[in-house]
């Protein structure tokens, strides 16, 4: 699994919402400033992970986005499948038949592959908030919130 930028801005944008007030939608230009990362980029994504559940959109001048439900309901590999990252392992590979390393290594990435989705799904955006949160205590930040 290749972790690429649609990914990493997703899991970004997901807990900069988490970080903010529950009941306030948050703008997609303040995510976008706070967080670097292209408005109109951050945008499609958003709508991807709207149309998957994970965040509501509200319409008008004080509209934006918040999430749509707890940040401990939230799975890092939903974020991840919202964005369209694969976590099936690349390329489609099959075995040759009459070589025992290459069953041997096959199953090994079969088995690897496994252990990697049961962490993505183990992992849920509560636990990143607290990591977060506990980052900026170490460095004496008391709110603002950068990934």
């Known amino acids: 699994m290749k972790l690429t930028t649609r990914g990493h801005y997703s899991v ?15 703008s997609v230009k303040a995510i976008a400033l706070r967080q670097d990362i292209p408005a109109p980029y951050l945008e499609k994504l958003l709508i ?4 998957a559940g994970l965040v509501q959109s509200i319409r008008g001048a004080a509209g934006g986005y918040r999430l749509a439900m707890s940040p401990e309901k939230i799975l890092l590999g939903q974020i991840l499948e919202a964005v369209g990252e694969t976590i099936e392992p690349l390329p489609r590979h099959s075995p040759t038949e009459t070589q025992a390393e290459d069953w041997v290594t096959f199953t090994l990435w079969k088995r690897l592959h496994q252990k990697l989705k049961e962490a993505l799904y ?3 955006l509560a636990d990143l908030y607290y ?3 506990s980052w900026q205590a170490s460095q004496g930040e008391a709110t603002s ?3």
């Open 12 to 26: 970004k944008a997901l807990l900069d919402l988490s970080l903010q007030p529950k009941s306030e939608p948050v």
């Open 145 to 147: 919130f950068v990934v």
């Open 131 to 133: 990591d977060a949160r």
């Open 122 to 124: 183990a992992i849920t």
């Open 48 to 51: 991807e992970m709207r149309r």
